[in-house]
C-alpha cells in the first residue's frame, strides 16, 4: 500500500476521534496528518512528509489552544450566600449544624476542622446544599 493511504487512514481515524471527543486537538492533528498526506502525494520524501505533517501538528495544536482559550467561560462570580451571618441552632458531634438561613433550615458544615465553633458564624462557601462555615468572613 502506497504511504499515501497510511496519511488519509490515519487522518480519518484522528479526525473521527475528534466527533466522539469535541476537544478540536485530534482534529489539528488529523489535518496535520492530512497535510503530511498532501506532501505525500506531490512526491515528497518520507523525511520532508514527517516533518511537514510534524510542524503543521505543532502550529495547528497551538492554533487549537489559543482558539479555546478565547472562547472559554468567564469564572464565576462567588455565590452571594459567601460573608452572610448565620445563627447556629446546634452543633452535632461530626461537625456539621442545623443553621436558620433565608427563612429557612440548612445544613452547615465548619471549613476547617480546627475551626472554633461559635453562636454566629460567617458563610465561607456552599458544597451542594450545605454551608461551609467558618468564625471569620472569608
Request: charged residues 15%; aromatic residues 8%.
Amino acid at each position: 500500500m502506497n504511504a499515501l493511504w497510511y496519511w488519509w487512514i490515519a487522518a480519518a481515524v484522528l479526525i473521527g476521534a475528534e466527533l466522539v471527543t469535541g476537544t478540536f486537538y485530534l482534529l489539528a492533528v488529523g489535518v496535520a496528518l492530512a497535510i503530511g498526506g498532501i506532501a505525500a502525494s506531490v512526491g515528497a520524501s518520507v523525511p520532508v512528509q514527517l516533518t511537514v505533517a510534524a510542524v503543521s501538528g505543532v502550529a495547528l495544536t497551538i492554533a487549537a489552544h489559543r482558539w479555546r482559550l478565547q472562547r472559554a467561560l468567564p469564572p464565576a462570580p462567588a455565590p452571594l450566600d459567601v460573608g452572610q451571618t448565620v445563627r447556629v441552632q446546634g452543633w452535632n458531634d461530626d461537625g456539621t449544624a442545623r443553621v436558620n438561613y433565608r427563612g429557612t433550615q440548612w445544613t452547615a458544615e465548619l471549613a476547617t476542622p480546627d475551626t472554633p465553633r461559635a453562636e454566629t458564624m460567617f458563610i465561607v462557601a456552599t458544597r451542594g446544599s450545605t454551608l461551609v462555615v467558618a468564625d471569620r468572613r472569608a
